[in-house]
């Protein structure tokens, strides 16, 4: 580990501390080291998982994610895992390097393309409209807990979850990407509570897997089953963890996208009204998507020495690069602390960068549409109805309860 770009944090700007982001202070830090230390050695907080490098410009988060051959994925992706091995490692998607990762996503790239989701757009209008229909009734609604089902609600069918299921595998998809939010941490603490939702998430994805190998039908589970890297098909603990893997990315970032847009335009009535759609609703998605930064990071560790943003990475070293930061970078996005509903360009990295780009991104994208134009053509306001809570989380940037009453348009 090279010894520039060492030196103190803003003060209280500890980025593995989980509180820093409860109390919404995370872009002050990160705005700071922007402009002062793009590059920074991070302490653990936990003294014996070491350190990790904090990239925030938008540029070297990009080089970061892109660069597998300088930065590998297999060590880990999160900073949950940092100074441990992955277990997930050359099985999972997430974790694991071209060329082995471009075989095994081949297939299911093919099958999430945008226009391979598009027949699942009318079901899930219908879904929405029944789900918005508490909002209407005028009283105080949680926002967060209300859309918490939306992912589970595209991606439950092409999973083959039933609809019974959905809520229980929410509720474990937050235990495992905000295990420090005390909504779902277990009393013995964030790591009893992740292995918790490990252990009944890949309970349940072992056994939907092992259903479909004796009967395979048309969902990504018999998809992944089907899968061969080097001619060897893909044993089921590899299924297993990619099911996972597509869970949590889909459960634990699609509502944090919404919920966030939310609280932006309920920040007062001028705003909000300057930051409804007022043009193609898939621009007014990717700035939610950039505002939002529901990923908060995600792990890499330097595969050999590296000069990153005037910073000398040693081998082995971790890197942290952090996703809402490079989509605030003042060099690349105007007035980047803005919500600009028909923003053009935007280059945002909320689904990643280069061959790690989120599976299902497409899936992300029009879920989102067709939620806000049903929430937009039933809904013509909303106000705060009681103090919204941000989650108590490293990971997942967003907020954990969102009280709203709605007025009709």
């Given at each position: 580990m090279s010894s520039s770009g060492r030196g103190n944090l803003p003060e209280g700007g500890n980025l593995s501390d989980p509180d820093l982001f409860a109390r919404g202070e995370a872009h002050d830090v990160w705005t700071a080291m922007r402009r002062t230390a793009p590059v920074r050695w991070q302490d653990a907080q936990a003294a014996d998982r070491g350190g990790f490098w904090s990239v925030t410009r938008h540029a070297d988060v990009s080089r970061v994610l892109r660069d597998h051959a300088a930065f590998t994925s297999s060590r880990g992706t999160l900073l949950n895992l940092l100074g441990r091995a992955d277990p997930a490692s050359d099985s999972q998607l997430a974790a694991t390097d071209p060329p082995r990762h471009d075989r095994m996503r081949a297939p299911l790239q093919h099958a999430m393309t945008a226009r391979s989701v598009q027949p699942h757009r009318e079901r899930l209008r219908a879904w929405f409209d029944a789900l918005l229909e508490p909002l209407g009734d005028g009283e105080a609604v949680d926002f967060a807990q209300l859309v918490r089902p939306v992912p589970f609600a595209a991606a439950g069918p092409m999973l083959g979850i039933p609809e019974a299921d959905w809520d229980r595998l929410a509720t474990l998809v937050m235990m495992a990407s905000a295990e420090e939010d005390p909504a779902v941490a277990l009393p013995r603490g964030p790591e009893a509570t992740l292995r918790r939702a490990h252990r009944e998430l890949f309970a349940y994805f072992l056994d939907l897997t092992n259903r479909r190998r004796r009967a395979p039908g048309e969902d990504l589970v018999s998809l992944l089953l089907s899968v061969e890297v080097g001619g060897v098909r893909l044993d089921p603990g590899a299924?297993?963890?990619?099911?996972?893997?597509?869970?949590?990315?889909?459960?634990?970032?699609?509502?944090?996208?919404?919920?966030?847009?939310?609280?932006?335009?309920?920040?007062?009535?001028?705003?909000?009204?300057?930051?409804?759609?007022?043009?193609?609703?898939?621009?007014?998605?990717?700035?939610?998507?950039?505002?939002?930064?529901?990923?908060?990071?995600?792990?890499?560790?330097?595969?050999?020495?590296?000069?990153?943003?005037?910073?000398?990475?040693?081998?082995?070293?971790?890197?942290?690069?952090?996703?809402?930061?490079?989509?605030?970078?003042?060099?690349?996005?105007?007035?980047?602390?803005?919500?600009?509903?028909?923003?053009?360009?935007?280059?945002?990295?909320?689904?990643?960068?280069?061959?790690h780009y989120c599976l299902g991104a497409p899936l992300a994208r029009m879920t989102l549409a067709v939620f806000f134009e049903a929430l937009f053509g039933r809904f013509g306001g909303f106000e705060p109805a009681g103090q919204a809570e941000r989650l108590r989380s490293v990971f997942l940037n967003g907020f954990r309860t969102l009280p709203v009453r709605a007025g009709t348009s």
């Open positions: 299924v297993v963890a990619n099911c996972y893997s597509l869970a949590l990315g889909a459960g634990a970032t699609v509502p944090t996208v919404i919920v966030s847009t939310m609280a932006e335009l309920m920040v007062d009535s001028r705003r909000a009204e300057g930051a409804k759609p007022r043009g193609p609703i898939e621009l007014f998605v990717e700035e939610a998507l950039r505002w939002a930064s529901p990923a908060g990071h995600f792990m890499r560790h330097a595969v050999r020495p590296v000069d990153l943003g005037g910073v000398r990475v040693g081998a082995g070293d971790a890197v942290v690069a952090w996703l809402p930061s490079a989509n605030r970078d003042e060099a690349v996005f105007g007035e980047p602390f803005r919500f600009v509903p028909d923003r053009e360009p935007n280059r945002h990295v909320a689904f990643g960068a280069g061959r």
